[in-house]
């Protein structure tokens, strides 16, 4: 299970395409999600997740705040309990991130990580349970985004200027190491969208090397074909089975 929602953490979390400049993510959206994975022939739900969104004003500059719970629903609690939060604040206009936080508690097991992004300089804190906290620099490229933020990215970008096939190459920094992502157009199709009834959808494959993903066009990411372009269905494949994010409620959209 902690294979299950910890991809759960990085999916939700996971040119030839152009940045549709009008379609910028709104402060005060809400995104509910039901975790779902496959036990014995039938998808089962184990966990919730919740996208939010508000604006962050300090005293010289305005950041986009993005948060990410996981929670394990209480009647798996006892098997396995999961309370993990990611973050990221970012710039609202480009989404590129200044900070991203991650709080994690899998089983008992813990882990607190902060990036303070500076150029192509990233300066990380991490401190895992019964472990003294480290502290890392390292070098990314000048697009690398962290996890939360690139989910929203992905909502900026302008599917009509596409064909079906086309991809894009992302760079994400995860537990202090770079991996790149991949994005692949591969249609539209209308699926259940929770509160907001039967959507069309762009229909999108993602990719990364890593072997926490299983499959090729097994990872799958449904977004509205509208302007605001709201995450309603996840797919994901990996070594120890299948699973979903489904959306079961959306506000401030």
């Not at 009647?75 to 993990?84: E, G, L, N, Q, V």
């Not at 969208?193 to 069309?200: E, Q, T």
């Not at 977004?223 to 990996?238: E, N, R």
Request: charged content about 20%.
């Amino acid at each position: 299970m902690k294979k299950v929602l910890f991809f759960i953490g990085i999916f939700v979390m996971l040119c030839s395409f152009n940045t549709d400049k009008s379609n910028q993510i709104p402060s005060g959206e809400k995104l509910v999600y039901a975790g779902s994975y496959n036990m014995s022939g039938l998808m089962t739900q184990l966990a919730q997740v919740t996208l939010s969104t508000e604006m962050v004003n300090t005293s010289n500059k305005t950041y986009l705040h993005l948060n990410c719970e996981l929670a394990t629903f209480s009647k798996w609690d006892k098997f396995f309990k999961i309370r993990d939060t990611y973050e990221a604040y970012v710039n609202p206009t480009t989404l590129k991130p200044s900070l991203y936080k991650r709080n994690i508690d899998e089983g008992g097991w813990t882990k607190k990580e902060k990036y303070v992004f500076k150029g192509n300089t990233v300066t990380s804190t991490a401190k895992r349970k019964n472990c003294e906290e480290t502290t890392k620099t390292f070098t990314i490229g000048g697009s690398t985004q962290d996890v939360v933020s690139l989910m929203y990215r992905i909502r900026t970008l302008d599917f009509n200027k596409m064909k079906t096939g086309q991809s894009q190459s992302f760079v994400i920094v995860f537990d202090e190491t770079q991996i790149p992502v991949t994005i692949k157009l591969l249609g539209t199709e209308t699926v259940s969208a929770g509160n907001l009834g039967s959507k069309n959808c762009y229909k999108l494959s993602i990719g990364a090397k890593t072997d926490v993903l299983k499959g090729k066009d097994k990872n799958l990411i449904y977004l509205t074909a509208d302007s605001k372009k709201i995450p309603v269905l996840m797919k994901f494949s990996i070594p120890v089975g299948t699973g979903q994010l489904a959306l079961t409620s959306a506000t401030g959209i």
